[in-house]
């Protein structure tokens, strides 16, 4: 069974502070990705990565950074949080390198982001 | 306009009813069209996968792809209490910079 595993199920950080989210895999998948989950507006993609080392940029990765350092690892970093970022940040993995057409993801369970 | 539209409910209907989802995309690009289960406090599983239009069964459960009207379903029979979730409707294209839409999902509950 694939297993994604994320480093928290609930944060509380204040504005301005500096956030890292992470993210394992233990499936040895090539693809990696960052989402985050609004009521009302789905997910959305933050950041992706199709290796080590690689990143991509989503539909909304204003205020956030990835990296992946090693290929079971993906981590989102929020610079400087704000209040806008709180939301549930969901990440993913998908077998294949070189496209992510069509390809079963993989999710974490989520991390429920507040900040204040 | 989004390009992929969701009803996001919520839906409420007795157990053992036969339940209908949808989504319409606009992308005509789109080719895999995906059904996610996403249960509280958890994240999203895939369901079902079709490539292109037909039909796909699995159990209770069928999904549906019109290309010609952009318009996806999926059925669900004899409705159980454990297939209340959130259900997100997802596609994306052939080519390898496609990325996957996802709907915003639709509540579904399921009274005994």
């Known amino acids: 069974d694939v297993k994604v595993t994320q480093s928290s199920r609930y944060l509380v950080k204040r504005t301005g502070e500096k956030v890292f989210l992470e993210c394992v895999q233990d499936?040895?998948?090539?693809?990696m990705f960052w989402y985050r989950q609004d009521p009302g507006l789905g997910l959305r993609l933050i950041y992706f990565s199709y290796d080590v080392k690689m990143k991509e940029k989503g539909d909304i990765p204003e205020g956030y950074s990835v990296s992946r350092e090693k290929k079971e690892r993906f981590s989102l970093i929020l610079e400087s949080a704000s209040t806008n970022q709180t939301s549930m940040y969901l990440c993913?993995?998908?077998?294949?390198?070189?496209?992510?057409?069509?390809?079963?993801?993989?999710f974490g369970p989520g991390t429920r982001l507040l900040v204040l | 306009q989004k390009e992929v539209e969701q009803d996001p409910g919520p839906l409420s209907v007795p157990e053992g009813a036969i339940v209908s989802l949808n989504c319409t995309y606009s992308?005509?690009?789109?080719?895999?069209f995906m059904w996610y289960r996403q249960y509280s406090r958890k994240g999203p599983e895939l369901l079902m996968y079709t490539y292109s239009s037909g039909n796909k069964e699995d159990g209770r459960f069928t999904a549906q792809v019109d290309k010609s009207s952009k318009y996806i379903s999926l059925f669900i029979r004899d409705s159980q209490p454990s297939d209340s979730a959130t259900y997100l409707c997802?596609?994306?294209?052939?080519?390898?910079?496609?990325?996957?839409?996802f709907g915003s999902g639709t509540r579904l509950s399921i009274r005994p």
């Open positions: 499936m040895d998948h090539e693809n």
């Open positions: 993913a993995s998908s077998l294949t390198g070189g496209g992510v057409q069509g390809e079963t993801q993989y």
């Open positions: 992308n005509s690009a789109f080719q895999y």
């Open positions: 997802a596609m994306s294209g052939y080519s390898s910079a496609s990325k996957i839409i």
